[in-house]
Nanobody, 124 residues
């Protein structure tokens, strides 16, 4: 019912900024809470940020608070993750996720739909 495609990843220097996007197809995002997760080589997938269906509520992992901002534009079926003051430890594949449930969550198992991921590499 929902297909998610991430884009915008790339190579940036530490201290720089990058924005990644997630575009949905098959159905509009109006009724879906969204999340961003990331996975570095040799590590488990971890929560990054989440946003409610209307966009009025956002949540962040402690490691990215004050640096990352999640937002959405339901008219464009798109969710964004603006990443500022990037650190080398932010290097990972970033995944977009969607759920038809009524609340947001930090748990990956909460989300039914996942994108293919986009690589973000932060150099020292």
């Amino acid at each position: 019912q929902v297909q998610l495609v991430e884009s915008g990843g790339g190579l940036v220097q530490a201290g720089g900024s990058l924005s990644v996007s997630c575009v949905a197809s098959g159905r509009t995002l109006n009724n879906y809470a969204m999340g961003w997760f990331r996975q570095a080589p040799g590590k488990e997938r971890e929560f990054v940020a989440t946003i409610s269906r209307s966009g009025s509520i956002q949540g962040y992992a402690d490691s990215v608070k004050g640096r990352f901002t999640i937002s959405r534009d339901n008219a464009k079926n798109t969710v964004y993750l603006q990443m500022n003051s990037l650190k080398t430890e932010d290097t990972a594949v970033y995944y977009c996720a969607a759920t038809g449930r009524t609340t947001t969550s930090m748990r990956s198992g909460f989300y039914e739909y996942w994108g293919q991921g986009t690589q973000v590499t932060v150099s020292s």
